[in-house]
T-cell receptor
Framework: DADVTQTPRNRITKTGKRIMLECSQTKGHDRMYWYRQDPGLGLRLIYYSFDVKDINKGEISDGYSVSRQAQAKFSLSLESAIPNQTALYFCATSKRGTSGNNEQFFGPGTRLTVL | AQTVTQSQPEMSVQEAETVTLSCTYDTSESNYYLFWYKQPPSRQMILVIRQEAYKQQNATENRFSVNFQKAAKSFSLKISDSQLGDTAMYFC?????????FGTGTSLTVIP
C-alpha cells in the first residue's frame, strides 16, 4: 500500500471552479507539504505544515489555500481556478527534526488541467 | 534565501557508460542536507542518494555516487554503468531542517 496517497490523480476543470486536492499519509510524519511542478521550473513550494495547528506559506501561495484536518491529512484548495494553475501537484511528508534521514516522501502526484 | 541550480536541462548517455549531473547551491548555513531525487515517466519522485554537509565522505548507493564540494557549494551526481531504467528527470534538493529547495531538474536519456 502507498504511504502517501493523493486524490484525484488527474482532474480537468474549468476556469472559476473551486477545486480541492487531497493528500493522506500513513507514515506517521508530522510535516506535510504541497508543491507544484511546471516544466523548466522544477518543484515550487505552495504551503507546508509542521503539525495540525501550524500552516505556513511557501514560495507561491497566492491563489491557493490549505487545510490540515488531521496529522495524516493535508488538502490543497484552488478557490477559483485559472489556466496558469495547470500543473502537476505533489504532496510530500517528512519527519520532524534536522537529520539527514529526513528526506521527503512524495505522493504519486495530481495532474490538474484548468481550461 | 537558498537557491539550487542545475545548469544542464537535458543530457544523454550511452547504455553502460558513466554520466555526471551537476548541481550547485547557495546558502549561508553551515549545517544542511543534500539530496538527489529521480522522477521517471511514471512521475513518482524517488530518493536516489543523500549527503549530510558535515560529512566529508561522499555518499555512494550502488551505481550512484556524489561529488560533494562544500567550499564550492557543488553536489554532482555520478551514474555509473547507465541502464535504460535510469532514463528520468533528476532533481537536486537542499534541506536546512525546515524547508526543501529544489533545482529545475535535468532530463537524462539513456540511449541503447
Amino acid at each position: 500500500d502507498a504511504d502517501v496517497t493523493q486524490t484525484p490523480r488527474n482532474r480537468i476543470t474549468k476556469t472559476g471552479k473551486r477545486i480541492m486536492l487531497e493528500c493522506s499519509q500513513t507514515k506517521g510524519h508530522d510535516r506535510m507539504y504541497w508543491y507544484r511542478q511546471d516544466p523548466g521550473l522544477g518543484l515550487r513550494l505552495i504551503y507546508y505544515s509542521f503539525d495540525v495547528k501550524d500552516i505556513n506559506k511557501g514560495e507561491i501561495s497566492d491563489g491557493y489555500s490549505v487545510s490540515r484536518q488531521a496529522q495524516a491529512k493535508f488538502s490543497l484548495s484552488l478557490e477559483s481556478a485559472i489556466p496558469n494553475q495547470t500543473a502537476l501537484y505533489f504532496c510530500a511528508t517528512s519527519k520532524r527534526g534536522t537529520s539527514g534521514n529526513n528526506e521527503q516522501f512524495f505522493g504519486p502526484g495530481t495532474r490538474l488541467t484548468v481550461l | 534565501a537558498q537557491t539550487v541550480t542545475q545548469s544542464q536541462p537535458e543530457m544523454s548517455v550511452q547504455e553502460a557508460e558513466t554520466v555526471t549531473l551537476s548541481c550547485t547551491y547557495d546558502t549561508s548555513e553551515s549545517n544542511y542536507y543534500l539530496f538527489w531525487y529521480k522522477q521517471p515517466p511514471s512521475r513518482q519522485m524517488i530518493l536516489v542518494i543523500r549527503q549530510e554537509a558535515y560529512k566529508q565522505q561522499n555518499a555512494t548507493e550502488n551505481r550512484f555516487s556524489v561529488n560533494f564540494q562544500k567550499a564550492a557549494k557543488s553536489f554532482s551526481l555520478k551514474i555509473s554503468d547507465s541502464q535504460l531504467g535510469d532514463t528520468a528527470m533528476y532533481f537536486c534538493a537542499f534541506m536546512n531542517g525546515n524547508q526543501f529547495y529544489f533545482g529545475t531538474g535535468t532530463s537524462l536519456t539513456v540511449i541503447p
